[in-house]
């Protein structure tokens, strides 16, 4: 959450830049609403004029449903310092912003549209969309029709007969952190400073051995170019291909199921701080023509896990998503390595090597669970800049369609879709990371760390098992391998030796 003072400032940028915001007046509320909405105070609509500065600009599509929320600190420049969400919510103004939103989210519809009238307070909070978004998809699971916002989404399945407004409705007075920010991370426009640094080495055309020995065995990352050309998913995944192929097919989008056409409908218009994203482990089963349409690159071919056959956790996935997409921090499962394809659109990739924990996330001291910011754009928003004076900065590019990224197992990587965009990833366990894999797999919290099948705990025994019968031998020798390696690590150099390298003096003995 960003101080009152700092979301001051940014609304003001906002305003003078921003009359686009004004200017978009698509909301629709019910009938219901509209009535009890009466009384409020509509804040005229001002044009505002647009102004080149260094602030944060909306998208062009931003949307006016803000109903008028201010940032907190806009308060205290308001001479009656008056705020209606304290006189609208009466007693429970006690409760911060998140408490009266988890409560409200016990309400189903109908009850929330009624509390939506009670005073100017409830309306806003009542309209909250995410509130609206949990009650479609914990009622309708996938089979909505997204009708521009989640409000109207829900009236539309269960109270089609009601009208709508064409128009939004303003509450003046109303100030919270909580609300605006989480509405300006919904409208907010990727920052071009956000997108210039790009310090990924990239290749194109090296040999399997130049990608082992200078990027897979010393765990870098690297940006592939040219190597998805003989892909035919390249030319042909648009979305006339794909709904011709598999529109009525039901892919995995966050917690549901949903039909490819009616996803396509969804993001075409949807404007939210986390878009659902469309991400399918099962698309070559589902579609085996997809699988045809693309083949795995050859610096990644070794694929240890496929030993486990249908056992294996799952490892590939098509990724569909539009603007403002993506995957907030995390490191890959299993241990494992990956790489990611664009073939439509463009990602902004932000990547920290395993031993710099980037800065907003909170990892569990088991590994177990991250805290992170609730959005990406939030993350960009209060901690990008942060990272432009660690000693250890992130790498970071935009992966391009017929480009590829390798993710070395262990590191950090947050995504974020800067158009609509396709790509493919497959995670994996090459004889580089087989060692690594394995321990992982014995921890001892190995049933809550593991991750992509139903067998958590007896993975690492299948695995290994699997590995000793097809390659014997093999374990044992890379683990010796490792070993010297990390030995060879912690040698110390020549130069340490004969120095201190704590006083930085040179070590006598007699
Ligand atoms: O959103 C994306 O394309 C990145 C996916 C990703 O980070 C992953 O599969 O681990």
Same mark, same amino acid.
């Given at each position: 959450? !960003?101080?009152?003072?700092?979301?001051? *400032?940014?609304?003001?940028?906002?305003?003078?830049?921003?009359?686009?915001?004004?200017?978009?007046?698509?909301?629709?509320?019910?009938?219901?609403?509209?009535?009890?909405?009466?009384?409020?105070?509509?804040?005229?609509?001002?044009?505002?004029?647009?102004?080149?500065?260094?602030?944060?600009?909306?998208?062009?599509?931003?949307?006016?449903?803000?109903?008028? &929320? @201010?940032?907190?600190?806009? +308060?205290?420049?308001?001479?009656?310092?008056?705020?209606?969400?304290?006189?609208? +919510?009466?007693?429970? @103004?006690?409760?911060?912003?998140? #408490?009266?939103?988890?409560?409200?989210? #016990?309400?189903?519809?109908?009850?929330?549209?009624?509390?939506?009238?009670?005073?100017?307070?409830?309306?806003? *909070?009542?309209?909250?969309?995410? #509130?609206?978004?949990?009650?479609?998809?914990?009622?309708?699971?996938?089979?909505? !029709?997204?009708?521009?916002?989640?409000?109207?989404?829900?009236?539309?399945?269960?109270?089609?007969?009601?009208?709508?407004?064409?128009?939004?409705?303003?509450?003046?007075?109303?100030?919270?952190?909580?609300?605006?920010?989480?509405?300006?991370?919904?409208?907010?426009?990727?920052?071009?400073?956000?997108?210039?640094?790009?310090?990924? &080495?990239?290749?194109?055309?090296?040999?399997?051995?130049?990608?082992?020995?200078?990027?897979?065995?010393?765990?870098?990352?690297?940006?592939?170019?040219?190597?998805?050309?003989?892909?035919?998913?390249?030319?042909?995944?648009?979305?006339?291909?794909?709904?011709?192929?598999?529109?009525?097919?039901?892919?995995? &989008?966050?917690?549901?199921?949903?039909? !490819?056409? $009616?996803? *396509?409908?969804?993001?075409?218009?949807?404007?939210?701080?986390?878009?659902?994203?469309?991400?399918?482990?099962?698309?070559?089963?589902?579609?085996?023509?997809?699988?045809? $349409?693309?083949?795995?690159?050859?610096?990644?071919?070794?694929?240890?896990?496929?030993?486990?056959?249908?056992?294996?956790?799952?490892?590939?996935?098509?990724?569909?998503?539009?603007?403002?997409?993506?995957?907030?921090?995390?490191?890959?499962?299993?241990?494992?390595?990956?790489?990611?394809?664009?073939?439509?659109?463009?990602?902004?990739?932000?990547?920290?090597? %395993?031993?710099?924990?980037?800065?907003?996330?909170?990892?569990?001291?088991?590994?177990?669970?991250?805290?992170?910011?609730?959005?990406?754009?939030?993350?960009?928003?209060?901690?990008?800049?942060?990272?432009?004076?660690?000693?250890?900065?992130?790498?970071?590019?935009?992966?391009?369609?017929?480009?590829?990224?390798?993710?070395?197992?262990?590191?950090?990587?947050?995504?974020?879709?800067?158009?609509?965009?396709?790509?493919?990833?497959?995670?994996?366990?090459?004889?580089?990371?087989?060692?690594? &894999?394995?321990?992982?797999?014995?921890? %001892?919290?190995?049933?809550?760390?593991?991750?992509?099948?139903? $067998?958590?705990?007896?993975?690492?025994?299948?695995?290994?098992?699997?590995?000793?019968?097809?390659?014997?031998?093999?374990?044992?020798?890379?683990?010796?391998?490792?070993?010297?390696?990390?030995?060879?690590?912690?040698?110390?150099?020549?130069?340490?030796?004969?120095? $201190?390298?704590?006083?930085?003096?040179?070590?006598?003995? *007699?």
């Amino acid at each position: 959450m !960003l101080a009152s003072k700092s979301l001051l *400032f940014k609304q003001q940028k906002r305003k003078r830049k921003n009359g686009k915001i004004k200017k978009s007046k698509r909301i629709s509320v019910s009938a219901k609403e509209e009535t009890v909405a009466e009384p409020y105070q509509i804040a005229p609509e001002e044009e505002e004029e647009e102004e080149d500065d260094e602030g944060f600009s909306l998208k062009s599509s931003a949307q006016s449903d803000s109903y008028g &929320v @201010q940032p907190l600190g806009n +308060l205290y420049f308001n001479p009656s310092s008056h705020n209606s969400r304290n006189t609208g +919510l009466g007693n429970l @103004q006690t409760l911060t912003d998140e #408490l009266v939103l988890d409560i409200l989210g #016990l309400l189903e519809g109908t009850h929330l549209g009624i509390l939506s009238t009670v005073s100017k307070g409830f309306y806003i *909070f009542c309209n909250h969309e995410p #509130l609206w978004r949990n009650l479609v998809l914990e009622t309708c699971k996938g089979g909505f !029709l997204f009708k521009g916002c989640w409000r109207s989404t829900f009236v539309g399945a269960y109270r089609p007969s009601f009208p709508v407004l064409s128009f939004g409705l303003k509450v003046r007075d109303f100030y919270s952190d909580y609300l605006f920010q989480s509405w300006l991370c919904a409208n907010l426009e990727m920052k071009p400073e956000w997108l210039e640094r790009d310090n990924i &080495v990239r290749r194109k055309g090296i040999s399997l051995d130049e990608f082992v020995m200078d990027f897979e065995e010393p765990n870098k990352p690297v940006l592939l170019e040219g190597c998805l050309e003989n892909w035919p998913g390249l030319e042909k995944w648009n979305r006339d291909y794909l709904i011709e192929k598999c529109g009525d097919v039901k892919f995995s &989008v966050g917690p549901v199921e949903m039909k !490819l056409e $009616d996803y *396509f409908k969804y993001s075409d218009q949807v404007r939210e701080e986390r878009p659902l994203y469309l991400f399918d482990p099962k698309f070559a089963e589902k579609i085996p023509q997809l699988g045809k $349409d693309y083949d795995v690159p050859m610096y990644f071919n070794e694929d240890l896990f496929s030993v486990l056959g249908n056992e294996r956790p799952d490892y590939r996935w098509i990724i569909i998503g539009p603007a403002g997409s993506g995957s907030s921090f995390h490191i890959d499962p299993n241990s494992t390595s990956a790489w990611n394809a664009v073939t439509k659109g463009s990602k902004k990739w932000i990547l920290f090597p %395993p031993d710099v924990v980037p800065p907003g996330v909170h990892p569990s001291p088991d590994g177990a669970e991250v805290a992170s910011p609730v959005s990406i754009i939030e993350w960009f928003m209060n901690f990008y800049n942060a990272t432009k004076n660690w000693k250890k900065r992130p790498i970071e590019c935009v992966c391009k369609a017929g480009e590829v990224i390798f993710v070395p197992n262990g590191w950090w990587h947050l995504v974020i879709n800067l158009e609509d965009s396709i790509a493919i990833t497959q995670n994996f366990v090459s004889r580089r990371n087989l060692v690594n &894999v394995l321990e992982f797999l014995k921890k %001892p919290n190995a049933c809550t760390l593991v991750s992509g099948t139903s $067998d958590r705990v007896n993975l690492h025994d299948k695995f290994k098992n699997a590995i000793e019968a097809h390659l014997p031998g093999t374990i044992d020798e890379l683990t010796l391998k490792d070993e010297e390696k990390k030995a060879q690590q912690n040698k110390p150099s020549f130069w340490e030796s004969v120095t $201190d390298s704590n006083a930085g003096v040179f070590r006598f003995s *007699f």
